[in-house]
């Protein structure tokens, strides 16, 4: 069973993710980070932003990223951008985003000496990263389809669902697991049940992120 802590709102589930990666920042200005996107760690994004904290020998790693053209404005490349990098301190030669060779990605991850904190999401169909449901708990870093339920997810993001890239190249359940800690966010009511699930129930690659009870050193945190 894994605790998860409900704060009372968006704001503070923003403010305390961000007061650990500040944290992590100070301690270790050499941190590697994991990093997501979609509409969960926007408000983490802002707040970090405003802190302007040194980010000058952070290196990151983005968890996943659509096949799809690099520029378009819904690319996670885009995303990550506008929302963090164009407004912090980092090199951009420091911002990492999973690519093809996938060995090669997670060489990269490697030879940095692994990942020291990585913040994720959850998906209404217990994905973490782009790890569907079915993915195997010793998965690296590859391509894969999305499902239907996540192409329908993220289709607000999209002109029409037609527009959501139906690939995309994630981190694997094994690679995400050897971070060193872990982060999970989830934000509103249409999470809280597979939260529970993945959190509380059996441990199966049925729901992906159930594979982080098993982490040492995971926080979670939920608000509706
Ligand atoms: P969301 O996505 O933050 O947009 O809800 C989370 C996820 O799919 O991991």
């Avoid at 799809?68 to 980092?90: A, G, R, T, V």
Wanted: aromatic share 10%; hydrophobic share 40%.
């Amino acid at each position: 069973m894994s605790k998860i802590t409900t704060l009372k709102n968006y704001y503070e589930l923003s403010k305390t993710v961000a007061d650990i990666v500040e944290t992590q920042l100070k301690e270790n200005r050499l941190s590697k980070l994991a990093l997501p996107t979609g509409s969960t760690p926007l408000g983490m994004y802002k707040e970090l932003v405003k802190r302007k904290l040194d980010w000058e020998l952070a290196i990151t790693f983005n968890l996943d990223v659509y096949l799809m053209n690099i520029d378009h404005p819904e690319s996670y490349q885009s995303y990550m951008q506008k929302n963090l990098f164009n407004s912090i301190n980092i090199y951009p030669d420091h911002c990492n985003f999973p690519f093809r060779p996938t060995k090669a990605f997670e060489y990269k991850i490697a030879s940095y000496m692994g990942i020291d904190l990585c913040i994720l999401g959850i998906g209404n169909n217990g994905h973490i990263a782009f790890n569907e449901p079915g993915s195997l708990f010793n998965s690296r870093t590859r391509v894969v389809d999305l499902s239907e339920q996540t192409i329908k997810d993220n289709s607000r993001f999209f002109d029409s669902e037609d527009e959501v890239p139906k690939q995309a190249i994630t981190m694997g359940l094994e690679t995400i697991m050897e971070s060193k800690k872990i982060v999970l966010m989830a934000n509103g009511k249409h999470k809280l049940n597979i939260l529970n699930v993945a959190m509380n129930d059996e441990v199966t690659i049925a729901v992906p992120a159930s594979i982080l009870q098993q982490h040492a050193d995971i926080e979670v945190f939920y608000c509706d």
